[in-house]
């Protein structure tokens, strides 16, 4: 069974970093792109950032261009995302999910088309 599985979130206070993890089991991550996603409350859901399959291309959000770093270990099957200069309002609920490389491209838009996710996990940052 496919799963991914989120770490790392916690409270932080502004200017600091986190480094978050995206650990995949019950498949081999190297098929697909994995893209981040974060939920604040009442608002809906936005791409973060996405790494291709074999990790030579990136894109970001223009919010986070410059303070948060996405990387992956396909020996390790994780993703990473370093997250740097963080602000109040990167506080949300930072979702992985698995994206088919066709979509690579359109990854940042595509969370609604998208079908394996992790549950979560929570950031805040706040002083």
């Known amino acids: 069974q496919l799963q991914l599985v989120e770490s790392g979130g916690g409270l932080v206070q502004p200017g600091g970093s986190l480094r978050l993890s995206c650990a995949a089991s019950g498949f081999t991550l190297d098929y697909y792109a994995i893209g981040w996603f974060r939920q604040a409350p009442g608002k809906e859901r936005e791409g973060v950032s996405c790494i291709s399959s074999s990790g030579d291309s990136t894109n970001y959000a223009d919010s986070v261009k410059g303070r948060f770093t996405i990387s992956r270990d396909n020996a390790k099957n994780t993703v990473y995302l370093q997250m740097n200069s963080l602000k109040p309002e990167d506080t949300a609920v930072y979702y992985c999910?698995?994206?088919?490389?066709?979509?690579?491209?359109?990854?940042?838009?595509?969370?609604?088309?998208?079908?394996?996710w992790g549950q979560g996990t929570q950031v805040t940052v706040s002083s």
């Open positions: 999910a698995a994206v088919p490389p066709l979509l690579f491209r359109r990854c940042l838009l595509s969370y609604s088309l998208l079908n394996y």
